[in-house]
């Protein structure tokens, strides 16, 4: 499985982002963000199908994940961004068990992470 995370940037607060994450096939996918000297947390989730999205309290209603399953690609649809949104997002997938995991250690592969960096 590779996974394969574009789309980060600076932004400004209040500016939008749209990440994308490319895989090699159809999987449960989530998004996770890291930011220095904090614990991987857990961003948004989505299932195979995409008929299921799952979401962070901290994003909820300014994040938005989608998939084409057509591109195999999954997305993070980030508006309304703030300066503690700033970190490093990683897209991870999730090859068999429940979806909508929160966990990080319950996720089977990585991408490599882009950056994220809202000014103020």
């Known amino acids: 499985v590779q996974l394969q995370a574009s789309g980060g940037g600076l932004v400004q607060a209040g500016g939008s982002l749209r990440l994308s994450c490319a895989a090699s096939?159809?999987?449960?996918m989530g998004w996770f963000r890291q930011a220095p000297g904090k614990e991987r947390e857990f961003v948004a989730a989505?299932?195979?199908?995409?008929?299921?999205?799952y979401y962070a309290d901290s994003v909820k209603g300014r994040f938005t994940i989608s998939r084409d399953n057509a591109k195999n690609t999954v997305y993070l649809q980030m508006n309304s961004l703030k300066p503690e949104d700033t970190a490093v997002y990683y897209c991870a997938a999730k090859v068999y068990g429940r979806t909508g995991v929160t966990e990080a250690d319950e996720y089977h592969y990585w991408g490599q992470g882009t950056q994220v960096t809202v000014s103020s």
């Open positions: 989505i299932s195979w199908s995409g008929i299921s999205t």
């Open positions: 096939g159809r999987y449960a």
